[in-house]
């Protein structure tokens, strides 16, 4: 049986970031637990200290229950090295589309996602194979494909 889990993305602003996964990938803003107005509301309960508190929405979910939770951590150091582990958004459609219609569609995802604060950083693509992707950097800098 597979397990549960959620995807917990380290970040200086955990607010933003949520906002911008959320646009990204279709998901929603998740809502506080029951009983407790926001999410800083349930983490005074568990006896965080206001220190640690981010005032605003950290926590991102699959309205269809599909994908995984997501959680933005708050971590002071920066982004120092390539991300060991990055998501892959698939936006092109299937393989039997034309590579001129799947490129289209990967590239007007990557513009609508650089509208809302990320970085194009390379075109993935060798005449002759059937593939193509854009490389992409998160506002605060971690790697992504669109494919």
């Not at 981010?54 to 997501?70: F, N, Q």
Request: glycine share 10%; net charge negative.
């Amino acid at each position: 049986m597979p397990v549960r889990y959620q995807l917990v993305i380290d970040c200086a602003d955990p607010d933003r970031m949520a906002r911008f996964w959320a646009a990204a990938l279709g998901y929603e803003l998740a809502p506080p637990p029951t009983g407790f107005a926001t999410w800083d509301d349930y983490y005074r309960d568990l006896g965080l200290p206001e220190a640690e508190l981010t005032g605003g929405v950290d926590r991102i979910s699959d309205p269809h229950g599909g994908g995984p939770a997501i959680w933005f951590q708050v971590v002071r150091d920066a982004k120092a090295v390539k991300n060991r582990l990055h998501i892959d958004i698939h936006a092109s459609g299937d393989r039997t589309d034309p590579i001129q219609t799947r490129k289209k569609r990967v590239d007007t995802e990557a513009d609508r996602l650089a509208g809302l604060g990320a970085t194009i950083t390379c075109v993935m693509y060798q005449e002759g194979i059937d593939h193509y992707a854009v490389g992409m950097k998160d506002p605060e800098g971690n790697e992504f494909d669109i494919n």
